[in-house]
């Protein structure tokens, strides 16, 4: 049973507008919440994260929110960049298990 | 440079011929962790590691057995690989998770195999 989705497994932006990359989970025992940015034929690096007692965590162009009574969180970047352009992972933490979605594919274009 | 690397990049091989993918990391971390990627589901977590012999199973452990006798290498050993294992595979490390700093796992560049 997948505990983390993200229901779209693509999605396309035009440069200069805002990207929104959601995920939905199941368990609420959850501890931390992350993002990572995969490009091809390279490993997954951290984006940004956010603790389970916040509901907004803001670095530079990135920001997630958090909404634990819908036990949803999403990713807005601001504005959009061609080289934003990758698959995009959200995870939760829980003890020392980290739960990965399966991912969506962000397509940033001119 | 602090790096998480794996080896070998690439490997084909066929079903039932024991294999190791390792997996060594620079940076003094006590958390390592193995996840293999396939098409529509995303990573999911094989074995990971605490500490020096100390490892736990994640979500996929089957057909997979893994060893940590020294903090920076994380072998990841498929006795009797099988198709099914034909995957993307990604070795991490990071300070222990519920610290600050232990969120950020660095990835390796990844491993595909392929189990014919």
């Known amino acids: 049973d997948q505990q983390v989705k993200q229901n779209s497994p693509s999605l396309s932006v035009q440069e200069g507008r805002i990207s929104i990359l959601n995920c939905d989970y199941t368990n609420s025992m959850f501890d931390y919440f992350l993002w990572y940015k995969k490009y091809p034929a390279e490993g997954p690096t951290f984006l940004i994260s956010i603790s389970s007692i916040k509901d907004k965590n803001e670095d530079g162009r990135f920001t997630v929110f958090l909404n634990k009574s819908a036990k949803h969180l999403s990713l807005h970047i601001v504005p959009s960049q061609p080289g934003d352009s990758a698959v995009y992972f959200c995870?939760?933490?829980?003890?020392?298990?980290?739960?990965f979605g399966t991912g969506t594919r962000l397509q940033v274009t001119l | 440079e602090a790096q998480v690397t794996q080896n070998p990049r690439y490997l084909i091989t066929v079903t039932g011929k024991k294999l190791t993918v390792t997996c060594s990391q620079n940076?003094?971390?006590?958390?390592m962790s193995w996840y293999r990627q396939d098409p529509g589901l995303g990573l999911r977590q094989i074995y990971y590691?605490?500490?020096?012999?100390?490892?736990d199973k994640g979500d996929v452990p089957e057909g997979y057995k893994v060893s940590r006798k020294e903090k920076r290498n994380f072998p990841l050993i498929l006795e009797s690989p099988s198709p099914n294992q034909t995957s993307l595979y990604f070795c991490?490390?990071?300070?222990?998770?519920?610290?600050?700093?232990?969120?950020?796992?660095?990835f390796g560049p990844g491993t595909r195999l392929t189990v014919l």
């Open positions: 991490a490390s990071s300070l222990p998770p519920g610290l600050a700093g232990g969120l950020w796992q660095f």
């Open positions: 940076m003094n971390h006590e958390y």
């Open positions: 590691s605490m500490n020096v012999e100390v490892t």
């Open positions: 995870a939760c933490l829980q003890a020392s298990k980290l739960t």
